[in-house]
T-cell receptor, first 114, second 114 residues
Framework: DSGVTQTPKHLITATGQRVTLRCSPR?????VYWYQQSLDQGLQFLIQ???????AKGNILERFSAQQFPDLHSELNLSSLELGDSALYFC?????????????FGPGTRLTVL | AQSVTQPDIHITVSEGASLELRCNYS??????LFWYVQSPGQGLQLLLK??????LVQGIKGFEAEFKRSQSSFNLRKPSVHWSDAAEYFC????????????FGGGTRLMVKP
């Protein structure tokens, strides 16, 4: 158990819908990262938040957005869903103070768009 | 931009045999290198990491990896594979810049023959 929690574990929805994925980082970790794992794209970095502020953006679609709240939990919002958005979405967290710190991954949320 | 290549998509070894999974990276500065393992339906577990210092790093579950700067490689090894090692293995490079996101290789799926 990494200490990072993600809910829900599974999500099944229809095209055009909107969903919210939730992540709680390890206690004391300030950074939250979102990654997408799909069969055709592999594991891709989406976005990072550090202490409530967006720090880095990767291959995140405009239909997707995220935020980090004052208690440091984060939510990833996916809207106007398409079949191709079906994937495993991972959240990771790290301390990110000073030098590089390793990331700890949650169990993921499996999204299926029908 | 950094990139990671795992040349072997699938590898099959017999139980008790030795294992080497290849990883090549591209990064302009000293890289932060990681190996993660993903069992079916599970999240990502960190096996080992290289930040600096000794180029041979030991990890969990009897794994080790060697950083070779001249070859831009960070190969994962295990002297004797167990059936429970069957999983997908990901090599990743971390960037030490404003965002510490990970860039992953495509993964190597390891199958273990009895």
């Amino acid at each position: 158990d990494s200490g990072v929690t993600q809910t829900p574990k599974h999500l099944i929805t229809a095209t055009g819908q909107r969903v919210t994925l939730r992540c709680s980082p390890r206690s004391g970790d300030l950074s939250v990262y979102w990654y997408q794992q799909s069969l055709d794209q592999g594991l891709q970095f989406l976005i990072q938040y550090y202490n409530g502020e967006e720090r880095a953006k990767g291959n995140i679609l405009e239909r997707f957005s995220a935020q980090q709240f004052p208690d440091l939990h984060s939510e990833l919002n996916l809207s106007s869903l398409e079949l191709g958005d079906s994937a495993l979405y991972f959240c990771a967290s790290s301390v990110d103070r000073g030098t590089y710190n390793e990331q700890f991954f949650g169990p993921g949320t499996r999204l299926t768009v029908l | 931009a950094q990139s990671v290549t795992q040349p072997d998509i699938h590898i099959t070894v017999s139980e008790g045999a030795s294992l080497e999974l290849r990883c090549n990276y591209s990064y302009g500065a000293t890289p932060y290198l990681f190996w993660y393992v993903q069992s079916p339906g599970q999240g990502l577990q960190l096996l080992l990491k290289y930040f600096s210092g000794d180029t041979l790093v030991q990890g969990i579950k009897g794994f080790e990896a060697e950083f070779k700067r001249s070859q831009s490689s960070f190969n994962l090894r295990k002297p004797s594979v167990h059936w429970s090692d069957a999983a997908e293995y990901f090599c990743a490079v971390g960037a030490n810049n404003a965002g510490n996101m990970l860039t992953f290789g495509g993964g190597t799926r390891l199958m273990v023959k009895p």
